[in-house]
């Protein structure tokens, strides 16, 4: 009995510290953003997720009425701006754009990661890039059944490049060879310039690119765009179809970048980082900015950015164990 009234009244006497600091926690929600927020970008300056990132930044900067600072820190096919934003302090002052390879592919391509995708909490999916496949202007494949019957017409398949291994453009064509049955090998670049490039000058057949990234190449002629891994046409290529028109209803790929903070961020701190965002994605001018580039915006919940992130993984976490995928 003695034992239990002594903790009764320990319990009491922490009520107060407890109280305390859940109003501690809800003064500093209240007082958020009061500084600089830090967002760092997992890739070099220049590429789509470096975009969107400063597309957005300077709208939510006027937002929010703090400097929002883009911090490039690539490397370690993102691990190191990952590691870094899960160690940060939970605060909200420090976010990290992060897309499916930092998120859903890498726990099934690397044995040991320097971060857990489980210390980094969404806050929202910010847009997506889907998946086209191209090949070469000299190409005799003029559609994507063309370039099916190709590979197929071939007993040791075709080479295919791709942005390098473990990305998005790497999985998409993973899954259209599963898909479709091909037999297809992997020529990994560093970026997707340096493969765009030998598609166009015909030294590997075909890629999966995203319109963000081949857009120059397309529109000059250089490469042909065949089909799209999207549910619907893409409004830059209206007259290139889906592969689900062509028969292929589960060749669906895309690079999908959202934002994540380090995982014990105050629910009332991402709450109000998702409304801001969202509504900087919403801007007409950031929208329409973000759609020439190349981009599906999108502005999700925190939880609907969870939900498609579990879903995402059980999909493609299949996909590279059935294919014995791995970076390590």
Request: aromatic letters at 6%; zero cysteines; a positive charge.
């Amino acid at each position: 009995m003695t034992t239990r009234r002594t903790l009764i009244r320990s319990l009491l006497a922490l009520g107060p510290v407890v109280a305390g600091l859940g109003i501690a926690s809800q003064a500093a929600a209240q007082s958020y953003p009061s500084k600089p927020v830090r967002w760092i970008v997992p890739y070099a300056a220049g590429g789509g997720s470096d975009f969107l990132a400063r597309t957005i930044s300077q709208d939510l900067a006027n937002r929010i009425g703090q400097p929002v600072v883009v911090d490039n820190k690539p490397g370690g096919n993102t691990a190191i701006g990952a590691s870094e934003t899960a160690r940060a302090a939970a605060d909200g002052y420090t976010v990290l754009s992060a897309d499916n390879g930092t998120l859903v592919f890498n726990p099934a391509l690397y044995k040991s990661l320097s971060y857990n995708p489980k210390d980094l909490a969404p806050v929202t999916l910010l847009g997506r890039f889907p998946m086209i496949l191209v090949v070469g202007s000299g190409s005799q494949a003029t559609s994507a059944k063309d370039f099916i019957a190709q590979v197929k017409a071939r007993a040791d398949g075709l080479n295919y490049g791709s942005a390098g291994a473990g990305s998005p453009h790497h999985l998409a064509m993973e899954l259209l060879k599963v898909e479709a049955g091909l037999t297809m090998t992997h020529a990994p670049y560093r970026g997707a310039a340096p493969a765009l490039a030998d598609v166009a000058a015909g030294q590997i057949p075909a890629m999966m690119v995203d319109y963000a990234a081949g857009a120059g190449f397309i529109k000059g002629g250089k490469i042909r765009a065949l089909a799209v891994a999207n549910a619907t046409r893409l409004p830059q290529l209206p007259d290139v179809p889906t592969f689900a028109e062509l028969g292929y209803k589960n060749v669906e790929a895309a690079a999908l970048v959202g934002m994540v903070a380090p995982a014990a961020t105050p629910p009332d701190v991402i709450a109000t980082l998702n409304k801001q965002v969202v509504a900087s994605i919403k801007d007409p001018a950031v929208n329409k900015r973000m759609v020439d580039f190349g981009v599906e915006p999108v502005g999700s919940t925190p939880a609907q950015y969870a939900d498609l992130l579990r879903s995402e993984t059980t999909r493609w976490h299949k996909l590279i164990r059935d294919l014995k995928i791995s970076l390590d």
